[in-house]
């Protein structure tokens, strides 16, 4: 059984921050690139940001660039995404996911994910 769990996720003010976390059930997530997907009501799921397994290089989607922060703590089997001055287009369910490498691609284990809404 292998499930991937996403918390932290909430409701914000925008210019607010949140981090996220994603861990592993019935897995380690240390061989794995991780990445963070997210959907947004009406639209397909989109890629956010991802951290390689082997030496912590991380890739960022331009709209998330300089505020958005993926890393990861392997003795914890967490991996975290950090998200400052977040605006309202980035309300949606977040999701985080495995892959062989960054590029290559990711799942098809999802987990339930995690509500971020940015609202004044």
């Known amino acids: 059984q292998l499930q991937l769990v996403e918390s932290g996720g909430g409701l914000v003010q925008p210019g607010g921050s949140l981090r996220l976390s994603c861990t592993g059930s019935?897995?380690?997530?240390?061989?794995?690139?991780i990445g963070w997907f997210r959907q947004a009501p009406g639209k397909e799921r989109e890629g956010v940001a991802c951290?390689?397994?082997?030496?912590?290089?991380?890739f960022y989607e331009d709209f998330v660039k300089g505020r958005f922060t993926i890393s990861r703590d392997n003795a914890k089997n967490m991996v975290y995404l950090q998200m400052n001055n977040l605006k309202p287009e980035d309300t949606a369910v977040y999701y985080c996911?495995?892959?062989?490498?960054?590029?290559?691609?990711?799942?098809?284990?999802w987990g339930q994910g995690t509500q971020v809404t940015v609202s004044s």
């Open positions: 951290i390689s397994s082997n030496d912590g290089t991380t």
């Open positions: 996911t495995k892959g062989t490498t960054c590029t290559d691609p990711m799942g098809p284990y």
């Open positions: 019935g897995f380690t997530l240390d061989a794995y690139a």
